[in-house]
């Protein structure tokens, strides 16, 4: 892969550029051929711009979970994704009011993010040469948390997983999978709360999978590379 896509609307002076705006700074008393290139578009929502710089620095920062084995390209990839799927749903979250987010919960998800380096001092170094500071980091982690915050309060009152769909899950998938992996099956009211908290997570992606489709269905979105 070549880390470009195809655009999903016409732009034609865009097309002509290989599907990637190049931004240009021009200093005033430079020659015409001494352009300089400052950075790529990864993506137009609308009028709002994600760079490739900033993908890259999402992904310095393993900003985002990676899948084991997952290849650079697709994690780059990946990564926009998210990017654009948290600019679409920010901007549902600050129609409503953004919910304020408590230092010791910003603290918690930056914990998470270390956990994702090989030591603190690693994700120092990676904060440094992502060219932001500690502070700039925190205000991304809260402006993911506020998106998460929003979702928790819209969409999970209106989930409920019965007591039958309980059952008909430990029989089914819980019951098969423990086997596969040659578990002891543990009784059904020992793992009741577990299942309930799958089916419910599961379902509650779900509606997230859904409200981002509908979003990005409103908007104009349009891909052009990510590295």
């Known amino acids: ?37 400052v950075d790529r578009v990864a993506a137009l929502i609308d009028r709002q711009v994600l760079t490739v710089s900033e993908v890259s620095q999402m992904v310095e920062l393993h900003f985002f979970p990676r899948p084991a084995k997952q290849s650079d390209d697709d994690y780059r990839h990946d990564v926009l994704e998210s990017l654009i799927a948290q600019a ?12 304020d987010i408590s230092k010791d919960a910003i603290e918690a998800r930056m914990e998470e993010i270390s956990a994702r380096f090989a030591s603190p001092a690693e994700l120092t170094a990676a904060i440094a040469r992502t060219e932001l500071t500690p502070d700039e980091v925190r ?17 999970s009152p209106l989930i409920f997983v019965s007591q039958d769909e309980i059952e008909t899950y430990y029989r089914g998938p819980w019951t098969q999978q423990r086997r596969a992996r040659n578990l002891p099956l543990q009784p059904l009211a020992v793992v009741t709360g577990e299942i309930r908290a799958l089916l419910k997570a599961s379902r509650l992606q779900s509606e997230i999978d859904t409200w981002t489709e509908q979003l990005r269905s409103r908007a104009n979105v349009d891909v052009y590379g990510w590295r």
């Open 88 to 99: 679409l749903r920010f901007r549902d979250v600050e129609r409503f009011g953004a919910e």
């Open 139 to 155: 205000a991304l982690v809260k402006r993911q948390l506020q998106v998460e915050a929003y979702i928790q309060e819209r969409f």
């Open 1 to 37: 892969m070549n880390g470009f896509r195809k655009a999903t609307r016409e732009y034609p002076a865009i097309e002509r550029a290989g599907f990637a705006i190049v931004l240009v700074l021009l200093a005033a008393a430079a020659s015409p051929l001494a352009a300089v290139t």
